[in-house]
């Protein structure tokens, strides 16, 4: 392993990749601490250290943006429009013809998507970034105003300061898509979600040191050993598959043999990935989001539907909440599998190039064979997805930890998830070049 290691850095090219990758990585970061126009540092600082809760969609958002939404800086908004505009215009291929079109017209199709994900992206910060200001205004950022600098974040109101922080804030969001796409391109890795892989892994020190201090060394070492198990888990699940072997038939074309060779059809115990957590989160915030705008005047008792919101579906540890959370996860992971996976067009492919499954007849019958399989493989990947997601919400009300908890949720998915990925792409750069690579 550390020979292999060491074969990384003695790799010019490789060693010219992997410093660049730092480099934007570390640029991230400190982008993350410089606060944005007419924004109250201080005041930011004491709510902070003041330890208010911040549930629901606010604490997504914070976990993707490494902290820094909390911080109104120059990158608040993190990677979360990109990601939104991602998964809208991938949802939308279902329902408009074009860009179904274009996904299929390969390069230059993907990059005309890649362009409109792009403009969508713009977008969604301007509406994003304008959504968060408000909020911080009016005080409601960190959940409560009970610290009196919550309500005194931003030092001018005038309209051209509200403008200039609306811009600093979108342009910010610009600038973190161009460095994800540099690193993409003269990198290592998917920069995208090499970005939020940095965002969520500096908030493990934090994370840690707060269990450590309201509970004790003894829970935080048994949360270390649990949390390692975890990564186990997942890794072993991450990497699980069904291959469903196919046979190509021998083709003449002139004097050329072509197929005949046989490969198969990796599906995947998680397909889905992370989206269908967001999603869940994102829906279940919805309740707390209007009753949040449906407040009572001072005096006044608030609504029965409003109460029974604020007692059941804002917080993470009413057993309601945790039902409702796993049942959408279980549900969003069978809609976004059915988008992202067409098992007629999978059986059409085949069948255009000779390919068939051994039993099986090519065409209507291997598509339904293929949607047998993911269907049922599926449903093992739909449970694990809701009880990984679970764990933050048991550990919220087990222990106080924060509902954005280190070993469990979006965060533990999306590490090892581009954890592995990022590994990979170490292996193969290596083996281009030598014998052996990084795994064996």
């Known amino acids: 392993m550390f020979s292999a290691v060491a074969r990384i850095f003695r790799t010019p090219d490789l060693r010219r990749k ?19 126009p007419f924004v109250d540092f201080g005041n930011v600082q004491a709510c902070l250290n003041a330890n208010q809760d911040t549930s629901g969609l606010y604490s997504l958002v914070n976990l993707f943006s490494g902290g820094a939404l909390l911080k109104l800086s120059i990158f608040a908004l993190g990677i979360m429009p990109y990601i939104t505009a991602s998964i809208i215009v991938q949802l939308l291929r279902v329902v408009i ?11 230059a199709g993907q990059a005309k998507l890649t362009q409109y994900t792009r403009y969508l992206t713009i977008a969604l910060g301007v509406l994003q970034s304008t959504t968060l200001i408000t909020v911080a205004r009016s005080g409601a950022l960190f959940g409560t105003t009970a610290v009196s600098q919550c309500t005194q974040l931003i030092t001018d109101d005038s309209w051209y300061a509200i403008m200039l922080m609306v811009i600093t804030m979108t342009a910010g969001t610009g600038l973190i898509m161009w460095m994800g796409e540099l690193v993409t391109e003269r990198g290592i890795g998917n920069g995208m979600s090499l970005l939020i892989f940095t965002s969520i892994a500096a908030q493990f020190p934090s994370s840690l040191w707060a269990i450590a201090q309201s ?3 003894e829970t935080l070492i048994v949360v270390i050993a649990i949390g390692l198990l975890i990564v186990a888990a997942v890794v072993f699940v991450e990497q699980s598959q069904r291959r469903i072997p196919v046979q190509y038939a021998k083709r003449m074309v002139g004097r050329r043999t072509y197929g005949g060779n046989n490969t198969y059809i990796p599906i995947k115990v998680n397909m889905a990935g992370v989206v269908p957590v967001i999603f869940a989160s994102s829906l279940l915030y919805l309740p707390a989001l209007i009753a949040q705008f449906n407040q009572p005047a001072a005096g006044k008792a608030p609504a029965p539907w409003v109460t029974w919101i604020t007692n059941y579906l804002t917080k993470g540890d009413h ?14 992971t069978y809609f976004y599998v059915a988008i992202t996976f067409n098992p007629e067009e999978v059986a059409d492919n085949m069948k255009k190039y000779g ?9 209507r019958p291997t598509a339904e064979y293929l949607d047998y399989v993911l269907t049922r493989v599926t449903l093992p990947g739909a449970i694990y997805l809701g009880l990984i997601a679970l764990i933050p919400l048991i550990a919220f009300a087990a222990i106080g930890a924060s509902q954005n908890f280190m070993f ?18 170490i292996d193969s750069q290596l083996q281009q070049r030598h014998y052996e690579g990084l795994l064996r």
């Open 18 to 36: 992997i410093a660049f990758t730092l480099g934007i990585i570390a640029l991230f970061r400190l982008g993350s601490f410089i606060p944005a």
């Open 97 to 107: 013809p074009r860009f179904e079109t274009l996904y299929k017209e390969g390069q």
């Open 215 to 217: 509970q004790n060394v």
């Open 319 to 332: 057993p309601l909440y945790m039902l409702l959370y796993f049942l959408l996860i279980v549900g969003f």
């Open 355 to 363: 390919g068939f499954i051994p039993g099986i007849r090519a065409g």
């Open 408 to 425: 469990g949720g979006t965060s533990i998915l999306i590490i090892v998830g581009v954890g592995l990925e990022t590994v990979k792409q």
